[in-house]
DNA sequence: CTGAAAGCGCTAACAA
DNA sequence: TTGTTAGCGCTTTCAG
């Protein structure tokens, strides 16, 4: 009825290949999981003859015998706008080690989030899971792994206890020399947007602006930290808040380059000069921070080498090859570009 | 040696399940693919008894018997910027059909692309395929997968042969309606940064500009027309060279938005105000034309819904319910912003 | 270092 | 409308 992938010529199995080399089928087996114990001219064989042959192995089968698929599971919020760069850190690590990745996007506000990723990881179709923000900051979803006993590698995640995987970046410091450049151009007034209060690596960068402040001796004035949602418009709220202050601060810090445009925007239809009366700074160095005039100066997280990193990890503990502990902490790195210049003279 | 997925309390299979309702297990099999067949009480006990029983069936099982594997792929060019609305799509019609999404990121330009393809069709770890632009244009993919007989979709492509199934938008006619848009403003000389050559969506694109210019009785000149590349970089030098002509173009239309953001670059530099001195046309919509100042105007391609619809009629198709044509036309829409406007006085 | 036999959980073909 | 019987191609015992 369905239409089946065709096979002609009929598709090579191990006993082929075995029968070829004159083996077990056990032992091509074996070189086809690298296992130990092969001698290796027999190894050599038994390669040549899968060439010679055409011989590839068969998925399914080999999940179905061993019980694993093969496959990295990536869980990460629909709207994410970082997700290329995780996905092609992953995919980077899958090469070559016969790992493949699905991909599972959902609302990381949907109450029936526990009950989907219960689903998804019991299919039984992946054998670990990468998780990123904001689901990764969730506990409940970290609990129900443990409970599942399922392998899993957070990025941007502190973590809660040693035995969890993670990947992060140093947001704090990062943010602290952020602020600290601002205050070196000369700004006093420095306005702060923060980022959705759901994302823990959202109040880490908060943390290390309050740190460049405080080290640059300048106050944190209260009415110059607003709650942003990570959203373009959260950022325009924002900076239509910020500008009506007094003093008019003449840097806004905001927790991401969205937020960051849409700072920009409010400030060119406010004729402000950017950034002669105005300076802006973002945070991820997404595409569109080079693409806005004038460029965004903003920080760079390796999102791609983090998401290797992490995938790597996992396909190493699947394997049982993996050390007991992994919390990798990876650095960010300032990219100053048009947005932020000196503090206006009579400021 | 590795670790295995837990499987505590022991997994419920589907003798289990036969037991538990007394039928056979292929009675079992068959609600579980909704093949027919099957009397309605029937049916219902064992819906309920896997309920109860907390049964989930094992993929690689099924897919070891049954030579699918529920599983499509989605091959893209890895630096395509689109390719999230394609993913959401796809994955959209996944949902609730027991398919799920293998993504394969590649180069277009790799010599080694068709062995790559090659390799991902074989594995065999997909079922069918989804091609997007700019794989999607590749004859010789086409070729390679013709012969191997497998199932395939592409999106923003014009068949072939009739046979081949295809999702595309009405790029040219958008392209007409933009440049009428222009022309109804009052623009005369009207530039054009074509896209990618490789890209043949990118050339009706044009092809829509000229329909465009001829209707509404104005000259294409040459020297308005400059060659692009898709990126951001390729419109910042059509805008560079574009704007030393003379006349000067009142307008750009470029054939993507990544281009237009170029050009808008280019524009704020001299203090080109935008539109009064300069209008500025793109297409895609993508989320950068909203994010940038002024907002661009642009095409709406309804990507994420073109992806749905190739990925289930795919779906269909591999499960023999398909017809035998599928050429699909779905409308794109001119979303006009804030970048086009009246064209100056004294031109 | 290598092999024989027994399944993994499901579906296909045929029978009833 | 349902059941029976063989496998799918591989890995896993466990025995050499």
Known sequence: MAIAPPAFPPRKTIVDVAKAVGVSTKTVSRVLNREPNVKPATRDRILSAMKDLGYRPNSPARMLASNRTYLLGLIYNASSSYITSIQNGVLAACRGEHYDLLIYPCRYTNPELLNEIREFVQGPRVDGLILVPPISDLEEV??????????????????????EWTVCTNDREICRDMTRHLSRLGHEHIAFITGHPDHKAMSNRYLGFLDGMCEAGLEVCDSLVVQGENTFESGIDG?????????????????????????????????????????????????????????????????????????????????GEAAPKFNKLVGAELVIRQTTGPAPANS
């Open 142 to 163: 970290h609990d129900l792994l443990l409970e599942l006993e399922f392998a899993k590698v957070a990025i941007s995640r502190e973590p809660a206890s040693d035995s």
């Open 239 to 319: 900076a239509v808040r910020l500008l009506r202050r007094k003093p008019r601060p003449t840097a806004i810090f905001c927790a991401n380059d969205h937020m960051a445009a849409g700072v920009m925007k409010v400030a060119h239809e406010r004729r402000l000069d950017i950034p002669r009366d105005l300076s802006i700074a973002g945070f991820d160095d997404m595409p569109i921070a080079a693409r806005v005039w004038p460029q965004l100066t903003t920080v760079r997280q390796p999102l791609e080498e983090m998401a290797l990193l992490a995938a790597r990890q996992l396909i190493r503990r699947l394997r």
